[in-house]
């Protein structure tokens, strides 16, 4: 966990709509994501920073950042965001072919608040997820 946890950041904006009854609401949206690159590049899932305003990006460390740049793939639920941050630690991504049945994995971040939290569970071998793997291993 020590190699993953400073790269994950926490994701707040502001999103506003229209409903079809022409009404506009403005609401808050929030999660956890991870950096990908340590030049400033995060990478998250595009419905939640589509037609966002006020996008910050809060590190692990407590600083705060604004967007600086939002790039959208809606197709593929991708997006990647800039932030004038140097020096980050970036994610390193695992390769899930060589996971093994019953070896120990866990999941870092939260959909749905802009809390933080860490659930381990058992994997399985799939080439349908993206694992983000700390190779450490650590008692506790």
């Keep these: ?4 946890l400073p790269s994950v950041v926490i994701i707040e904006d502001k999103v506003t709509t229209t409903s079809r009854f022409g009404q506009t609401q403005t609401g808050s949206a929030a999660g956890t994501r991870w950096i990908l690159d340590s030049s ?20 692990l460390d407590g600083r705060v950042f604004p967007a600086v740049s939002i790039q959208t793939d809606l197709n593929n639920d991708v997006a990647v965001i800039k932030i004038d941050a140097t020096g980050l630690q970036a994610v390193t991504i695992g390769d899930s072919s060589i996971l093994s049945l019953g070896q120990p994995v866990a999941a870092v971040g939260n959909s749905l608040d802009p809390g ?15 694992f983000l793997c700390d190779h450490e291993s650590s008692n506790g």
């Design 1 to 4: 966990m020590s190699k993953v």
């Design 40 to 59: 400033g590049i995060v990478v998250t899932n595009a419905h939640v920073v589509y037609q966002a305003t006020n996008v910050k990006i809060t590190l």
């Design 116 to 130: 933080l939290r860490i659930t381990s569970g058992v994997g399985k071998p799939s080439s349908r997820y993206l």
